[in-house]
């Protein structure tokens, strides 16, 4: 598989930026689709465009040219706790990567890597006990529906895809090798580094070992 040329949504967020700084270190084209061109800085082989992934026509002219799509985008809340009021349309992901896959069976990308977490959809037995009670009666619960309906479009795409499913995120320093957990073994920690995360998208970009899987990334 040739990737030369990688399409970021969620680029400006604080996993994304770190997926476009490693995507830039291995020497990859980068598009960012983004809101707000001003909130990231031009670097060389980085190519801004102006948009919206909710947008249907935005997210072709991104799409166009690129061999492959990584996806940081969230469910924002107003902050980080629990019971944070939603601050993103409902199911922003889910209508944003249906527009992504739409572009995709039009310009022939085939690879997807789309970020989810520890406790969406079939994982739910697996994440810890203190984030299953969250997920089940706070806020939270908005955005795992989100990442639910949108892992579900992910795997009937018929692209090549891999959803990886993050454990609580941090933003640690220093980038780790992650425990990756598939079919529940290892078991998994309960946090990792966004850092960690961003690297591990771009490394499995390249892994047919990874395609229709949801591999759940963690640190201890």
Do not use: C
């Not at 892992?151 to 959803?163: D, H, K, N, Q």
């Amino acid at each position: 598989m040739i990737i030369k040329r990688v399409l970021v949504l969620g680029a400006t967020g604080r996993t994304g930026r770190y997926v476009v700084e490693y995507a830039l270190e291995r020497g990859l084209e980068v598009v960012a689709l983004v809101r707000h061109p001003q909130r990231i800085a031009p670097r060389p082989n980085l190519f801004i465009v102006q948009g919206t992934a909710e947008k249907a026509d935005d997210v072709a002219v991104a799409v166009a040219g690129s061999d492959a799509v990584l996806s940081t985008l969230n469910n924002n809340r107003a902050s980080d706790l629990p019971w944070a009021r939603a601050v993103s349309p409902p199911f922003l992901m889910t209508r944003s990567i249906a527009n992504v896959i739409a572009a995709m069976r039009l310009s022939g990308a085939r690879r997807i890597v789309v970020l989810s977490a520890l406790g969406a959809g079939d994982s739910f037995t697996q994440a810890p006990l203190v984030s299953r009670f969250f997920i089940r009666h706070t806020n939270l619960r908005i955005v795992f529906e989100d990442h639910a309906a949108q892992e579900r479009l992910v795997r009937e795409s018929g692209l090549e895809w891999t959803i990886v499913r993050a454990a609580i995120l941090t933003n640690s320093r220093f980038p780790r090798e992650p425990i990756v957990t598939l079919d529940g073994l290892p078991k998994p920690a309960l946090t990792i580094g966004r850092r960690s995360v961003a690297r591990f998208m771009i490394d499995v970009l390249y892994k047919p070992d990874f395609f229709e899987k949801t591999p759940i990334v963690s640190e201890r």
